[in-house]
């Protein structure tokens, strides 16, 4: 499968095009200066890299260029046909879009709606896809957020202590940005490690021109450095990062315009505003080693901040099993490295100089360790691909998370962890937030239709309480509460293990919510491991609905599960639904899979 990654910028096109069947780089390549009569390409096929000025009035124009290259002779493509889709780095999803998603009018709506929160970025992105839209109306084009990795943030990490109103009603809270970068670092040190995600806490660090940090937690990303836009944060090539929130209406009362202060804060701050050298950090190294006291100054603020971050995340995820360099900075600073690690001894990181000094990410297979042997925490230098990254998602919203192993088992299904949540009766919803209330969507989930929703409410049972539990939606006929046996414990009930909407001589608890309460006598149930199918999947696997059948689990604790329910409807997505009690004796994650291993 042939998958085109595209990343627009205001007046760039950067490239690459991948065969996902062995995710080899076939071609890529940048178009800069698109507006201009003389804009300049640059791309390589295989070993072979070009340059030619072009005519690049508009972005179709741009991209057109593009196409006719990778379709010309010695070209990457025989004709354009042999694209099945392309994917397009979007800057900001906001709570809508916080998965990737095949782009529809609905999705490009919210694109232009969250330019608010990017507006350097977003119409751009936006500009792209609608170009590629024109010029590839056959492939299924499909949307990466950079803020998506970071959809799971818990409330604590995303919100402002701002009023409350103005997250509900404007969107105000903490997005996070860099999402494809965190997420190839998080998986690669996963690899390198050989351990699975799910058991490792991460500091990722990505420093470039624009900078941030975050804080990984068994696969997720628990906080992070970026915020509601790109300004927050690290300091960058030309952003502050960080500052006093009441420095804008400070400048803003002493005559200063918001375009002005926008201005002041994302392009003349950062390096570039200390240093009044340049934003590029290798200038800034270049002007400090010759004496330039401004340029010291700069790399020190620089890294103070990167410390503060990684010290702060350390507290976060209860210590760091590696912490994780990436980006132009990450990747090729050595004082960099060494300056911030140097600060970190007490919490076990402890840097080999010669392994930092002649790190080479690039050219040793993508990752290097450069901690000292002995090292508890180790300290990894990645050669971030994001575009990559783009490329895996774009085959898992195309062709499933396991078409890589369906071609090799045939028999792939994909895993779905269920975590504790509520389905909610309208009659219950109504007592818990108030009559008329709209529950608000805050993703799907995998089964479609289906909704994991913004509000939460919480569980009160005999003997404890477990808050903030998912509502997915949509509302039915009758309260379901399904929880995992150790929340069983925790809440003091003894469900029994059950299909759902199968509730008779079931326990109840209390649910409590931001308008009252909710006593339910019955409706509490620990679920069936199922597994979901379409009819087509069904046939493919020759069973039928109510079958019961084996599910292996490869890996480090290979498992086989038995007494796997088939649930068979024409709504119905192919995976299957594990409880967190299961999955973590498993090693199981929302992106493992499993193999069919025959009926029971």
Not at 14 to 40: C, F, N, W
Not at 124 to 129: K, R, T, W
Not at 234 to 250: F, K, N, Q, W, Y
Not at 591 to 598: H, I, L, P, R, W
Request: hydrophobic share 40%; proline share 5%.
């Amino acid at each position: 499968m042939k998958v085109l990654v595209i990343n627009v910028g205001s007046t760039s096109i950067k490239y690459q095009l991948y065969e996902m069947d062995t995710e080899e780089i076939l071609a890529g390549g940048v178009v800069e200066r698109v507006g201009s009569p003389h804009a300049l390409h640059r791309w390589r096929v295989g070993p072979t890299r070009s340059e030619a000025e072009i005519p690049a009035p508009t972005m179709r124009a741009g991209l057109d260029a593009v196409l006719a290259r990778l379709t010309s002779p010695g070209g990457a493509l025989k004709d354009l046909s042999e694209l099945r889709a392309v994917g397009h780095r979007v800057v900001h999803g906001g709570e809508k879009l916080v998965r990737p998603c095949v782009i529809t009018p609905e999705v490009k709506e919210i694109i232009s709606t969250c330019a608010q929160f990017a507006p350097i970025h977003n119409p751009a992105n936006l500009a792209g896809i609608e170009a590629a839209q024109a010029a590839l109306p056959n492939a299924v084009h499909v949307a990466v957020f950079d803020t998506a990795f970071h959809g799971e943030l818990p409330p604590h990490s995303y919100l402002y202590a701002v009023p409350y109103e103005l997250y509900l009603e404007r969107g105000v809270r903490r997005y996070g940005f860099h999402g494809p970068s965190h997420q190839f670092m998080a998986a690669s040190a996963s690899e390198f490690l050989k351990t699975d995600l799910s058991r490792l806490k991460l500091i990722t660090c990505h420093l470039g021109g624009g900078a941030s940090v975050s804080a990984i937690d068994g696969g997720r990303s628990v906080d992070t450095s970026m915020g509601m836009t790109p300004l927050e944060g690290l300091v960058m090539g030309t952003r502050s990062g960080d500052v006093d929130p009441a420095l804008s209406i400070v400048l803003g009362r002493q005559g200063l315009s918001p375009d002005a202060i926008d201005e002041a804060l994302n392009r003349k701050s950062g390096l570039l505003g200390i240093s009044g050298v340049s934003s590029d950090f290798r200038d800034v190294e270049q002007a400090a080693a010759g004496g330039n006291a401004r340029a010291r100054l700069a790399i020190e603020v620089f890294v103070h901040r990167i410390r503060k971050y990684i010290g702060a995340y350390a507290a976060v995820l209860g210590g760091a099993d590696a912490i994780v360099f990436t980006g132009g900075i990450g990747e090729n600073s050595v004082k960099v490295r060494s300056a911030v690690c140097d600060a970190l001894v007490y919490m076990g990181v402890v840097v080999d100089a010669d392994k930092n000094q002649h790190c080479d990410a690039r050219g040793s297979g993508g990752v290097v360790d450069i901690a000292s042997p002995r090292a508890p925490t180790r300290v990894l230098v990645v050669a971030t691909d994001e575009e990559r990254m783009i490329a895996r998602e774009v085959v898992r919203v195309t062709a499933g998370p396991t078409a890589a192993r369906q071609r090799v088992t045939g028999h792939a299904i994909p895993v779905g962890v269920s975590v504790r949540h509520v389905h909610l009766s309208k009659e219950h919803c109504a007592a818990l937030f108030g009559e008329g209330y709209e529950l608000t969507e805050r993703r799907p989930v995998s089964q479609p239709g289906q909704y994991v929703c913004r509000e939460t409410v919480d569980l009160v049972g005999p003997k404890g309480e477990i808050e903030r539990v998912a509502i997915i939606n949509p509302l039915r006929k009758e309260t379901q509460v399904e929880v995992a046996r150790t929340d069983a414990i925790t809440l003091g009930v003894n469900p029994p293990l059950r299909e759902s909407g199968k509730l008779e001589g079931t326990p109840g608890l209390t649910l409590r919510g931001p308008k009252g309460t909710v006593a339910i006598d019955h409706g509490v149930i620990l679920a069936h491991r199922h597994v979901h199918m379409h009819p087509d999947d069904a046939r493919r696997f020759g069973v039928g609905d109510k079958s019961v059948i084996r599910i292996r689990v490869e890996g480090e604790r290979e498992t086989v599960f038995g007494d796997v329910i088939v649930r068979v409807n024409e709504q119905y997505a192919l995976d299957m639904h594990v409880d967190t009690d299961e999955a973590n004796a498993s090693g199981l994650t929302n992106d493992s899979v499993a193999t069919f291993d025959g009926v029971q």
